[in-house]
Antibody, heavy 119, light 107 residues
Framework: QVQLQESGPGLVKPSGTLSLTCAVSGASISSSNWWNWVRQPPGKGLEWIGQISHTGGTDYSPSLKGRVTMSLDKSKNQFSLRLTSVTAADTAVYYC????????????WGQGTLVTVSS | DIQMTQAPSSLSTSVGDRVTITCRASQSIYSYLNWYQHKPGKAPKVLIYAASILQSGVPSRFSGSGSGTDFTLTISSLQPEDFATYYCQQTYSTPWTFGQGTKVEIE
């Protein structure tokens, strides 16, 4: 059974950097999948942040480009999200998810972690 | 970016009712359309992918149809566990985009 689990600080100061990790079990991040981050601000819908391939290729949402970086740690079978210069608008539940590839859809998701941007 | 518009934004309904949710894309996305169910505090769950393919383990009361720009999710007979928010998602071209969601509530 594939499982994903997000972890990281629940509180980040404005202008700071949000850093989250998604630990994957039951599957290898070195397999032919894309690994995604999605967020949901309070009371709003789902927003795609970006994805990283098993080879490290990345594709980010234009709305966040310049502030977002994703990376893989194959030794720990996990992938990470880094979002810089955060504001209150970045307060959200952050989810990691696996994309099956072809056709593309998210078949496994983490439970989500709430990150609040506040001083 | 491809814009996804769902209707309605919310609906109140009863157990046993037939529910239809629509999703419209701002341009053709062929059949690159997925549907998710999302309950508070839980991870979203894929119901339908490629517009009409039922994900393994999902009850057959869920079905999807459409292609091009117009899509539909149908729940043939709503069950108590189906009260949730439903999202469509296009995976024709990045950035992947979701509809704004449809909240299905108890009448």
């Amino acid at each position: 059974q594939v499982q994903l689990q997000e972890s990281g600080p629940g509180l980040v100061k404005p202008s700071g950097t949000l850093s989250l990790t998604c630990a994957v079990s039951g599957a290898s991040i070195s397999s032919s999948n894309w690994w995604n981050w999605v967020r949901q601000p309070p009371g709003k819908g789902l927003e795609w942040i970006g994805q990283i391939s098993h080879t490290g290729g990345t594709d980010y949402s234009p709305s966040l480009k310049g502030r977002v970086t994703m990376s893989l740690d194959k030794s720990k079978n996990q992938f990470s999200l880094r979002l810089t210069s955060v504001t209150a608008a970045d307060t959200a539940v952050y989810y990691c998810a696996r994309d099956t590839g072809t056709p593309s859809y998210f078949d496994y998701w983490g439970q989500g972690t709430l990150v609040t941007v506040s001083s | 970016d491809i814009q996804m518009t769902q209707a309605p934004s919310s609906l109140s309904t009863s157990v046993g009712d037939r529910v239809t949710i629509t999703c419209r894309a701002s341009q053709s996305i062929y059949s690159y359309l997925n549907w998710y169910q999302h309950k508070p505090g839980k991870a979203p769950k894929v119901l339908i992918y490629a517009a009409s393919i039922l994900q393994s383990g999902v009850p057959s009361r869920f079905s999807g149809s459409g292609s091009g720009t117009d899509f539909t999710l149908t729940i043939s007979s709503l069950q108590p566990e189906d009260f949730a928010t439903y999202y469509c998602q296009q995976t024709y071209s990045t950035p992947w985009t979701f509809g704004q969601g449809t909240k299905v509530e108890i009448e």
